[in-house]
């Protein structure tokens, strides 16, 4: 369950099953077990035309949004494909708006985004995202593609702009010291299995499990448990 407002981290190494998760919960790979809900409605093991009307209430932001744009969209077209029914004018002030909040200038609305550095397009992504005034956002590595001296600043603008607006995240990262930073409580995944769960603090500065130890051995003080 994630709670409206919560940042969820979902860690583990790599094919432990955090991206199958992901695709799980956006409605791309059916479940083997147990069932997802979205705002307590069925959302697993239905028909996508059954899908249809909550789809935008899940938003995702992945690894490389470039490939998720269509090539043929500008800026301004990639963001307002997620406004729903609104006339010419009111989707320009809404991109306006949503470039904005994510520290993008308006002049870049008419850019494609090819042209636009990793950060910016990330940031790109994350207004398309928020256009739909999603439930639940799911992020998946969004920064692992960035540069580091970018990578704080998408993070940073990710946890404020999730406080401010009071939208659940699914945070997927194998960046674990990340996932402490912007996560309230994390599921730790190995071989596509919960290994523990709980607050960052209590996975991560009193683990109880061998493997989140183990994960927890390569990461550099404060966050080592003693």
Avoid at 30 to 36: H, L, P
Avoid at 51 to 78: A, M
Avoid at 154 to 173: M, P, Y
């Amino acid at each position: 369950i994630i709670a409206p407002g919560e940042v969820l981290g979902l860690v583990g190494e790599s094919g432990s099953g955090k991206s199958t998760c992901a695709q799980i919960v956006l409605g791309l790979l059916e479940n083997d077990a147990g069932s997802v809900q979205l705002l307590g409605q069925p959302w697993s093991g239905l028909r996508e035309s059954a899908r249809r009307p909550l789809r935008t209430q899940l938003q995702y932001i992945p690894q490389d949004p470039l490939s998720s744009f269509d090539p043929r969209y500008s800026v301004r077209q990639v963001i307002a494909e997620n406004l729903g029914r609104a006339t010419r004018e009111e989707a320009t002030r809404r991109v306006y708006a949503l470039l904005e909040q994510v520290g993008l200038p308006a002049a870049l609305a008419g850019r494609a985004p090819r042209t636009l550095s990793g950060g910016q397009r990330q940031r790109v992504a994350i207004a398309r995202a928020l256009a739909a005034e999603p439930a639940l956002i799911v992020c998946d590595e969004p920064v692992s593609a960035l540069d580091i001296s970018v990578q704080a600043q998408v993070i940073d603008l990710i946890a404020e702009l999730q406080s401010r607006l009071g939208t659940a995240l699914l945070f997927i990262s194998h960046d674990i010291p990340l996932v402490h930073h912007i996560a309230d409580r994390v599921l730790v995944l190995h071989q596509g299995r919960e290994v523990e769960q709980g607050t960052v603090d209590e996975v991560f500065l009193r683990p109880t499990q061998a493997y989140t130890r183990t994960l927890l051995d390569a990461v550099p003080p404060p966050l080592r448990p003693a």
